[in-house]
C-alpha cells in the first residue's frame, strides 16, 4: 500500500491539472491530525460527494468530534473525487486517500459512510472501488476494514445491502462509540494468530447492538409477485426488527468547524437548533423519522455559535431545523442572535420559516439588509391538495405574508411547490400557476414592477417509513405535461423565475427510496456501466440504469409506478424509526378523504414513538421532548410491527 | 489604520487561489477580533489586497497584504494571535503600520524573484548552457493565452545554483514575468518542479 509520502509525491504531479486542486489537499484550520501509532482504532468518515459539498455537512462533523474526542480512537475524512481527479488518480495509481494523514482508506479500521440521499449510491460504490476496498462486503476479508453506513436514506437501506457490512438505523452519536468498541476488540483479537475471532465474529457483535444492521444476517424471502413476503434472522439473538437510535438529549453542539482554504457550497458555521418535527407533513421523510422534537436550549445555541466564530471566523452562521418557526423560543433567539451578530458582517440564515407574518419580524432581526431573497414552501396550491399533503396553509395567508414580504424591501421571494403526486389534476398544477400569478401582481401592488419570484417546483418521490410509502410515482409523460402547463402559464413573465429537474432526474431515486435487496444489482451495474454522480448532469446515466434493469430482469416500474397492496410487506419492514406502520397507514387513509392532522405538539396521534422509548422518555421528563404528556405511554406495545397493516 | 501583513503561503495551502486567500484573511481577522474595514454598499467587502497573485501551485515565503482596520489597534503580540489561528501553511513573518495614503500595495510591486527546484534527472552542465543561450537572446518571442509577447525584457536574472534555478522577473502591472514560461524556455516541464516565490520587490515608496 502506498505511504502518505508516496502519495503526496504522485499529487504533486497532477493537482494543478484538475479544477480546484485545494479538494484534495487537507490542510483546514480545526482539522484534527493525531499520531497514527498512538490510537488504536481508525475511522474514515466519507461524505460521497464532492468536497465541496461535503465538508460542511452537520452529521460528518458530530460524528468526526465524537470519535476524535477518544483518546484510543482518530477520525479522518474523505470524499468522491471529482470526475477529472477520478480518471488522474486511477492513471496514476492513486488510491483514495483520508485528507488529514494521506493514507489510503484502506488503512483503516472503519470506514463510515454518510447516505442522506439515494444519488449518493453510485458514488459510495465508486469510492470503494477507488480505494482498493472490494465493493461487495461478501468479498471482504480480514485485512479490509469494516464498512459502515448511515443517513436518512439508510433507513431504507435494503439496496445497499450487498455493499455496507453494518448499518446504523437513527442517530449515530452514541451508537459510534459502541461500534468502535467492538471493532476494538477485533483489532486486539486479530493480532493473536490463535485467536477465533475473525470479521464475520465482529459482525454478528455489532449486529446486537441496538440499532445496528447487517444485512448479512437476515434474509428476504419473495412472494411469486416480486414483493417481499417475509424477512427474517439468520442467526439467533439478533432482532428480528431493528429500531432506530435516538439520543435523549441533543449534546452540545460541534463548535470547532472545518474551514476549508477554498470556496465551497455552504461557507457557514451550522447550528441544530432543534431535531424533528411535529407538523407531520406526509410527503416529508425527514419530518416521519427524526420524531421526537428535541429542541436546544436557546443560551445553548447561542453560545455555541459564539465558540463556533471565534475558532472559525465564518462569515455566516446558519440556525438548523426542519422547521424553524415551530422552536418554542425562536423570537428570543433571533434576538439573540441579532444583539450578538449584528453590525459584524455575518450573514444569519434561519430556513424553514412558516408563511405568517412573524416570520418577516424574525428575518428582520438577522438582516442587515435585504439583499437575500425570502424562501417560503408552500409546496401545494389547491385546498384539496394540502389537505392530502397535510401542509395546509391558505391561499389568503400566503397572499398576505408575500405582499407583506415585497412591502418590507425584499424584492424577490422563492416559493417551494411539489408536483407528482398520484392524486394531483391538472387543475391542481393550474393553481400553482394562479397562485404565482397573484403573488406577484399583489407585490407589484405594493412594491412596482421590480419585485421578482422564484417558483422552485420539485417532483415528489414518495419515500419509504412515510404515509405515502404505499402510493406510485407520477409517469415522465404526466410530469412533462404538468411541467409543460407551468412553462406556458409562467415563462412568459420576465419576473418569474420557473424552475425545476427534468422529469428523468428523480428516477434513480424514486427506484432505490423504495427499492428491495434485488435493486442492489441494478446499483452495482448501473456503477459498472458508468453512472456516478447521479445528482449531477455531468455523472448521472438514465440509460445506464435502464440497461442495468434490464440485464437484471428487472422492471424499474415495479418499483416506481405501482400502487402498493394496503397488505403488502414492504422490502425496510424489518427497520424502524419507531413510528408504526398502523400509523401510518391510518394517515395515508386520512390523506385519501382529505383529512388533516394537526401540530403533534398538542394533541399525541400515537405514532409509536412514546411507547418505543418510554424508558427514555421518564429519564427525561419535561420539556426535553415536544411531545405532550399522554398517559402511560407504556401501555400501549407495539405487537408485531411485521404484521400486515390495517389490522 | 492601515496594517501590512508579510507571511508564507506553503503545503496545501499552495492550491488555495487568490480569491480564496481573500476569504481566508478576512476569517483570520474575524478570529481575531481584528476591526476589519469594510466597503460600504449592497455587498460590503472587506478593505483589503494582496500585493500580487501567486500562481496556484507555487509556494511563496514573502506574500503582502495590506488591511484597513476601522480603527486603531494594537499590534504587539498580533502576529503571534494570528499564527495561533491560521491554517498550518500560512505565517505570518511580520505586521506594520504604514501610511494610510500610502499608495495600493499593487501599484508598487516592480519585481519578483523565484526558487525552482528541479527534479532529480536534471543534468546541471546542459541547464547552465540553456540559461546562457536564453539570457544571450535579443528577444524571446512567446505566446500566452493567444497574446503574443516578447519574454526576455522580463528577465532580470536567471541563473542555476545547485539542484535549483534562481530567477527575478519583473511583476509591473501589465508587464509580469512568468516562471512557467521561462522554464518551458529551458526545456523544463514546470509540473516537475517546484517553484517559491521568495521576494517582491517594490518601488522605493515615492508618492
Known amino acids: ?647 | 489604520m492601515r496594517i501590512r501583513i508579510t507571511f508564507s503561503k506553503q503545503g496545501a495551502l499552495r492550491y488555495t487561489g487568490h480569491l480564496d486567500l481573500h476569504k481566508l484573511w478576512e476569517r483570520a481577522a474575524r478570529r481575531a477580533e481584528l476591526p476589519l474595514a469594510y466597503s460600504q454598499g449592497f455587498h460590503p467587502q472587506p478593505k483589503m489586497s494582496l500585493a500580487a497573485a501567486l500562481p496556484l501551485g507555487f509556494s511563496s515565503t514573502c506574500e503582502v497584504l495590506d488591511m484597513r482596520l476601522e480603527r486603531d489597534f494594537a499590534l504587539d503580540g498580533l502576529t503571534e494571535q494570528l499564527n495561533e489561528t491560521l491554517p498550518p501553511g500560512i505565517r505570518v513573518t511580520s505586521i506594520e503600520q504604514v501610511d494610510e495614503r500610502a499608495p495600493a500595495l499593487q501599484t508598487q510591486v516592480v519585481e519578483a524573484e523565484y526558487q525552482v527546484e528541479l527534479p532529480e534527472q536534471a543534468d546541471p552542465s546542459d541547464l547552465k548552457r540553456r540559461i546562457e543561450s536564453a539570457l544571450a537572446s535579443e528577444s524571446i518571442l512567446r505566446e500566452r493565452r493567444g497574446k503574443k509577447y516578447d519574454l526576455r525584457p522580463l528577465i532580470e536574472s536567471l541563473e542555476a545554483m545547485d539542484d535549483k534555478i534562481v530567477m527575478l522577473l519583473a511583476a509591473r502591472e501589465g508587464a509580469t514575468g512568468r516562471p512557467e514560461e521561462v522554464l518551458d524556455v529551458l526545456g523544463i516541464a514546470f509540473e516537475e518542479t517546484r517553484i517559491e516565490r521568495t521576494r517582491l520587490i517594490f518601488s522605493p515608496a515615492k508618492v
Open chain 1, 1 to 647: 500500500m502506498l505511504t502518505p509520502k508516496e502519495i503526496e509525491n504522485k499529487l504533486d504531479h497532477i493537482l494543478l491539472k484538475v479544477q480546484k486542486p485545494g479538494r484534495y489537499v487537507g490542510g483546514e484550520l480545526n482539522s484534527t491530525i493525531k499520531d497514527w501509532d498512538s490510537v488504536q482504532t481508525k475511522v474514515a468518515f466519507v461524505f460521497p460527494d464532492i468536497y465541496d459539498i461535503g465538508v460542511s455537512n452537520v452529521g460528518l462533523k458530530i460524528l468526526y468530534d465524537q470519535v476524535n474526542q477518544r483518546d484510543d480512537a482518530l477520525a479522518e475524512r474523505a470524499y468522491a473525487p471529482w470526475l477529472d481527479m477520478e480518471a488522474l488518480m486511477r492513471q496514476h495509481g492513486i488510491p483514495l486517500y483520508a485528507l488529514e494523514s494521506k493514507r489510503p482508506l484502506a488503512c483503516f479500521d472503519l470506514v463510515g459512510f454518510t447516505l442522506p440521499y439515494e444519488t449518493l449510491y453510485t458514488n459510495a460504490l465508486n469510492v470503494l472501488d477507488l480505494a482498493g476496498i472490494p465493493v461487495r462486503s461478501a468479498d471482504r476479508d480480514e485485512t479490509h476494514p469494516i464498512i459502515i453506513a448511515g443517513g436518512h436514506s439508510t433507513m431504507n437501506p435494503e439496496p445497499m445491502h450487498a455493499f455496507i457490512d453494518a448499518f446504523v438505523i437513527g442517530e449515530g452519536e452514541e451508537v459510534i462509540h459502541e461500534i468502535i468498541d467492538a471493532v476494538h476488540k477485533w483489532k486486539v483479537e486479530s493480532r493473536n494468530p490463535l485467536s477465533t475471532f475473525h470479521r464475520k465474529d465482529v459482525l454478528q457483535q455489532l449486529a446486537r447492538i441496538p440499532g445496528v444492521y447487517v444485512p448479512q444476517f437476515y434474509e428476504a424471502n419473495y412472494l411469486d409477485d416480486g414483493t417481499v413476503s417475509h424477512i427474517e434472522p439468520t442467526i439467533p439473538e439478533i432482532p428480528k426488527v431493528i429500531t432506530k437510535r435516538v439520543v435523549a438529549k441533543l449534546p452540545p453542539p460541534p463548535t470547532k468547524f472545518i474551514v476549508p482554504n477554498i470556496d465551497i457550497v455552504h461557507n457557514r458555521v451550522s447550528v441544530e437548533i432543534m431535531r424533528g418535527c411535529t407538523r407531520g407533513c406526509r410527503f416529508c421523510h425527514a419530518g416521519m423519522i427524526t420524531r421526537p422534537v428535541r429542541e436546544r436550549p436557546v443560551d445553548e445555541v447561542v453560545e455555541a455559535l459564539e465558540a463556533a466564530i471565534k475558532s472559525s471566523g465564518f462569515e455566516e452562521i446558519a440556525l438548523l431545523s426542519l422547521s424553524s418557526s415551530d422552536y418554542t423560543n425562536v423570537l428570543e433567539l433571533v434576538t439573540k442572535v441579532g444583539e450578538k451578530f449584528g453590525g459584524t458582517h455575518l450573514k444569519v440564515s434561519l430556513p424553514s420559516l412558516r408563511i405568517e407574518s412573524v416570520s418577516i419580524d424574525l428575518m428582520e432581526k438577522l438582516k442587515d439588509n435585504r439583499s437575500g431573497g425570502f424562501t417560503l414552501a408552500p409546496e401545494a396550491a389547491t385546498e384539496r391538495m394540502r389537505r392530502i399533503i397535510n401542509k395546509f396553509i391558505p391561499d389568503e395567508d400566503i397572499i398576505n405574508t408575500t405582499r407583506e414580504i415585497y412591502a418590507r424591501g425584499w424584492t424577490t421571494i422563492k416559493l417551494y411547490f411539489m408536483i407528482g403526486h398520484p392524486s394531483e389534476t391538472l387543475e391542481d398544477v393550474q393553481a400553482i400557476a394562479d397562485l404565482c400569478k397573484r403573488v406577484i401582481a399583489e407585490g407589484r401592488k405594493v412594491a412596482g414592477m421590480r419585485v421578482k419570484l422564484n417558483a422552485g417546483v420539485n417532483t415528489f418521490i414518495p419515500k419509504s417509513q412515510t404515509p405515502f410509502q404505499w402510493v406510485s410515482c407520477d409517469t415522465p409523460e404526466q410530469i412533462r405535461a404538468k411541467q409543460a402547463l407551468l412553462r406556458r402559464e409562467l415563462g412568459r413573465d420576465r419576473n418569474i423565475k420557473l424552475s425545476f429537474a427534468t422529469a428523468e432526474d428523480s428516477f434513480s431515486e424514486a427506484w432505490l427510496s423504495r427499492g428491495d435487496r434485488k435493486m442492489a444489482e441494478v446499483v452495482y451495474t448501473a456503477w459498472k456501466n458508468g453512472s456516478k454522480f447521479d445528482a449531477w448532469q455531468e455523472g448521472k446515466k438514465y440509460d445506464a440504469w435502464i440497461s442495468a434493469f434490464e440485464e437484471h430482469g428487472l422492471d424499474p416500474l415495479f418499483y416506481t409506478h405501482r400502487q402498493r397492496r394496503t397488505d403488502e410487506v414492504f422490502p425496510w419492514e424489518h427497520i424502524t424509526a419507531a413510528v408504526r406502520k398502523n400509523f401510518l397507514f391510518q394517515d395515508f387513509r386520512q390523506s385519501l378523504e382529505g383529512q388533516i392532522r394537526v401540530d403533534c405538539r398538542f394533541d399525541c396521534f400515537a405514532c409509536g414513538i412514546l411507547p418505543t422509548f418510554a424508558q427514555m422518555r421518564r429519564e427525561n421528563p419535561g420539556d426535553v421532548w415536544m411531545c405532550p404528556e399522554v398517559k402511560s405511554p407504556g401501555r400501549k406495545v407495539i405487537s408485531n410491527r411485521l404484521s400486515v397493516v390495517g389490522d
